[in-house]
């Protein structure tokens, strides 16, 4: 019955802003975003706690405004992408602005396919959407949520415009297929990651466990592994930019697959350091056995499983 009740109730809103216009949306997804800040303090506390880690020179007034406005942002998200699942292919494409999408095209040249790499930044999940509008259709790694009925709605989301959602089971060998078939698969990479497929990274001057999977994948396929981010313009338009490929240790290096996903860490951390309200702040990314370990996430269950992890999961 519970899940039937939030699939209803986000269906209805999708109902509702379909119709309304972008300033409306954004407005409904700020007021989300406050109404958690002010009433979920737990997450409040540990985006609090993160933030102040990450940003020592900053005083606590500066981190508590910065949370909010992280509170607020990502009010947003969860409403401008139901939004943007009401949209036709050609005005979706109308508000977004590409950066270094000529990096994609010269990947898929080498004939290796590319894994493109994000994290819970931005507007994540609109990379993969008009990735395959602009360029061409992808894997998206993902796990499924404990409810049905919301997993269903959100796989139709993301496969709207031709993409195909990857789940834990059999996730490695898909994704091999697609890379050997000269395809795209996308991942996020800014998740805990528990032994044996974790790493140890260096994240905002703490050690955080990352997957090894995206490396181990990319040196044994020679596969590109390409950044990827998406960032508000404002009024319902958005930026999707490109990076530079990550250049992959040499042959024979020593700790390459630790190596290659700082690298990939690093690429992430700038952008999180230049926009620092667009980051899950309320994540617990660093788990040292902390009070924070204990509380649930913010966002719908997912299931899980004993098959061993994918590279990484939406």
Same mark, same amino acid.
């Given at each position: ?8 109730? *986000? ?17 409904? !997804? ?8 002010? @009433? ?7 985006? /609090? ?10 005083? %606590? ?12 942002? @990502? ?28 990096? %994609?095209?010269?990947?898929? %040249? ?28 992808? !894997? ?81 396929? !020679? ?7 998406? *960032?508000?313009?404002? #009024? ?7 990076? /530079? ?12 697959? #630790? ?23 309320? /994540? ?9 370990? %204990?509380?649930?996430?913010? @966002? ?13 999961? #939406?």
């Amino acid at each position: 019955m519970r899940h039937r009740l939030e699939y209803w109730l *986000v269906a209805g809103v999708i109902a509702v802003i379909r119709f309304a216009p972008w300033a409306v949306a954004r407005a409904a !997804g700020s007021t989300i975003g406050v109404l958690f800040y002010l @009433f979920d303090a737990p997450h409040r506390r540990i985006a /609090h706690d993160n933030l102040a880690r990450a940003f020592p020179g900053r005083n %606590a007034r500066e981190c508590r405004m910065i949370a909010r406005r992280v509170f607020i942002h @990502f009010g947003r998200v969860l409403i401008e992408l139901l939004k943007v699942s009401t949209l036709e292919p050609a005005e979706l494409l109308k508000r977004i602005e590409f950066d270094g999408d000529e990096r %994609a095209r010269q990947a898929y %040249a080498q004939g290796k396919g590319v894994i493109f790499f994000t994290g819970h930044f931005g507007y994540w999940e609109l990379c993969g959407i008009v990735h395959a509008l602009r360029v061409a259709p992808i !894997g998206v790694l993902a796990r499924a949520l404990d409810n049905p009925y919301l997993n269903t709605l959100l796989e139709r989301v993301r496969q709207a415009t031709g993409n195909t959602v990857i789940y834990r089971r059999g996730a490695i060998r898909r994704v091999m297929r697609l890379l050997g078939a000269n395809q795209g698969v996308a991942m996020l990479i800014d998740q805990h990651t528990l032994p044996p497929d974790a790493v140890p990274v260096d994240f905002f001057n703490r050690t955080a466990a990352a997957t090894s999977s995206l490396a181990a994948l990319a040196l044994r396929t !020679g596969a590109p592994a390409i950044p990827v981010f998406a *960032v508000p313009l404002g #009024r319902g338009r958005y930026r999707v930019i490109y990076e /530079h490929p990550v250049e992959a240790p040499p042959p024979g290096a020593p700790d390459a697959i #630790r190596e290659f996903m700082q690298r990939c860490t690093d690429v992430l951390e700038m952008y999180v350091r230049r926009h620092p309200d667009l980051w899950l702040w309320m /994540h617990r990314r660093w788990r040292n056995g902390d009070a924070g370990e %204990a509380v649930p996430g913010m @966002f719908p269950a997912a299931r899980r499983d004993a098959d061993p992890a994918p590279p990484g999961e #939406r």
